[in-house]
């Protein structure tokens, strides 16, 4: 298999229960099959840190603006996004396999990042929170749902609308509630 970034070998590594694929003397990038990323990104998980110290060729340039195909499975194009909502690593993902490609130095800083799996899902779960108020707050402007959880949206009669349950509230929920009553 050949490295995506640089065109090197890669050679094949064990660590822990996970093969994955490096780039070796070249520019000291990993591949991870699909999902196998997730199990050596924690600072918890010890075998993770083997990767950490990829030998590296310094005359070795890689340009990041390139579009890279999958070494795997041959996609011509992998997709970037980042890997948290710290958005500082930003990495390559095969859309058809579902590999990942982590530049040299990028597996140490997604190890940073948080000090162990529950600081991680915590950071997840707020981010995604932010997100959904984002979505539901564009969603309120769009569809013009306000005031209480019972009442409804400008221009559709009230009565036709079902009764209150237990637990429709004002909050988020209450709004979907209200919103995907009218719709």
Same mark, same amino acid.
């Given at each position: 298999?050949q490295?995506? =970034? @640089?065109?090197?070998?890669?050679?094949?590594?064990?660590?822990?229960?996970? %093969?994955?694929?490096? @780039? %070796?003397?070249?520019?000291?990038?990993?591949?991870?099959?699909?999902?196998?990323?997730?199990?050596?990104?924690?600072?918890?998980?010890?075998?993770?840190?083997?990767?950490?110290?990829?030998?590296?060729?310094?005359?070795?340039?890689?340009?990041?603006?390139?579009?890279?195909?999958?070494?795997?499975?041959?996609?011509? +194009?992998?997709?970037?996004?980042?890997?948290?909502?710290?958005?500082?690593v930003?990495?390559?993902?095969c859309?058809?396999?579902?590999g990942?490609w982590?530049?040299?130095?990028?597996l140490?800083?997604i190890? %940073?990042?948080? +000090?162990?799996g529950?600081?991680?899902?915590?950071?997840h779960? =707020?981010?995604?929170?932010?997100?959904?108020?984002?979505?539901l +707050?564009? +969603?309120?402007?769009?569809?013009?749902?306000?005031?209480?959880?019972? =009442?409804?949206?400008?221009?559709?009669?009230?009565s036709a =609308?079902?009764?209150?349950?237990a637990?429709?509230?004002?909050?988020?929920?209450?709004?979907l509630r209200?919103?995907f009553?009218?719709i």
């Amino acid at each position: 298999m050949q490295c995506p =970034a @640089c065109g090197n070998t890669l050679t094949q590594m064990t660590v822990a229960d996970v %093969a994955v694929d490096v @780039c %070796a003397g070249g520019c000291g990038g990993i591949w991870f099959d699909n999902q196998e990323v997730r199990k050596l990104d924690d600072t918890e998980e010890a075998a993770g840190e083997t990767l950490l110290d990829i030998e590296r060729d310094p005359g070795v340039t890689v340009d990041h603006d390139a579009q890279w195909g999958c070494p795997r499975c041959g996609h011509p +194009a992998m997709t970037r996004h980042f890997y948290s909502p710290q958005r500082s690593v930003e990495l390559d993902e095969c859309p058809k396999c579902g590999g990942v490609w982590l530049d040299a130095g990028e597996l140490a800083t997604i190890r %940073a990042q948080y +000090a162990g799996g529950a600081e991680r899902r915590a950071a997840h779960r =707020a981010f995604a929170q932010q997100l959904y108020n984002e979505q539901l +707050a564009e +969603a309120q402007r769009e569809f013009g749902v306000t005031g209480p959880p019972d =009442a409804a949206p400008p221009g559709v009669d009230a009565s036709a =609308a079902r009764p209150a349950t237990a637990g429709d509230d004002s909050g988020p929920l209450g709004i979907l509630r209200r919103l995907f009553r009218f719709i």
